[in-house]
């Protein structure tokens, strides 16, 4: 089973940035697919973005032109760069690996 970490959560102000970090256990991190997902309190976990072993990316529409999301897969680690945070950004951001390895989370809060 694999395990995964995350960091790099904390405070910023609205249009900010933070850069988040997920280093994944094992030797066979190449293969994964890797995903972020949030949860804000009250409300759902969400989708934010997803990388294929191959580098292939897709965002959900909130965050598109603002989030990054890569890789590195000397390092077994997965990154969501967030720039021009938001209020609404704020939430426990948790990484994936599909269907069920989860990560701890992290939490962004924006905030002025």
């Known amino acids: 089973q694999v395990q995964l970490v995350e960091s790099g959560g904390g405070l910023v102000q609205p249009g900010g940035s933070l850069r988040l970090s997920c280093a994944a256990s094992g030797n066979r991190f190449t293969l994964f697919v890797m995903k972020w997902y949030r949860q804000a309190p009250g409300k759902q976990r969400e989708f934010v973005a997803s990388?294929?072993?191959?580098?292939?990316?897709n965002y959900a529409d909130s965050v598109k032109g603002r989030f990054t999301i890569s890789r590195d897969n000397a390092k077994n680690t997965v990154y969501l760069q967030m720039n021009s945070l938001k209020p609404e950004d704020a939430a426990v951001y948790y990484c994936?690996?599909?269907?069920?390895?989860w990560g701890q989370g992290t939490q962004v809060t924006v905030s002025s």
């Open positions: 990388i294929t072993s191959g580098g292939g990316t």
């Open positions: 994936n690996v599909p269907p069920a390895a």
